[in-house]
Every structure is written in structure tokens, then in C-alpha cells.
């Protein structure tokens, strides 16, 4: 397995080092943005987001960028 998790704050280029990490070794990069919210910055529940985060963590191999400090229930 390979998970790493990129860490930092906004606007540090994680995002940019995840998905070219991503691209390197060959695994899927996930913008935790794109697990937490919609189209348009709009919210999605807390539940949501934990299911979200839970599916991609349960694979074998991935990137993952986050500046958020944890997820209750994962």
C-alpha cells in the first residue's frame, strides 16, 4: 500500500506537490476540497464528508492534500 497525505496550509502548494506526486508514482490524488464541497464552495454535510473521505482512505494507494485538522469518525 502507499497513502500519502500532504498536509499544509492554504496557499503552501500542496495541492500542487499532491497531484504531482500523484502523477509520479502513479496513484489517484484527491483534492480533499473536492470531498467537502460542491460546485460553487457550497457545503456538503459532515456525514457526507466522512463517507466521502472513507471511500478514498479504504483504497490501497493514494495522494491526498488537506489543510483540515481532522474528520470525526474516520
Do not use: N
Not at 33 to 52: A, H, I, K, Y
Not at 57 to 72: E, K, N
Amino acid at each position: 500500500m502507499r497513502r500519502i497525505l500532504v498536509y499544509g496550509v492554504t496557499g503552501s502548494g500542496k495541492s500542487t506537490l499532491a497531484r504531482r506526486l500523484g502523477e509520479r508514482l502513479g496513484l489517484p490524488y484527491h483534492s480533499i476540497d473536492d470531498l467537502t464541497w460542491e460546485p460553487g464552495w457550497v457545503p456538503v454535510s459532515d456525514e457526507v464528508q466522512r463517507d466521502r473521505v472513507r471511500a478514498v482512505c479504504a483504497g490501497d494507494g493514494w495522494v491526498i492534500d488537506s489543510a483540515y485538522r481532522c474528520w470525526s469518525g474516520t
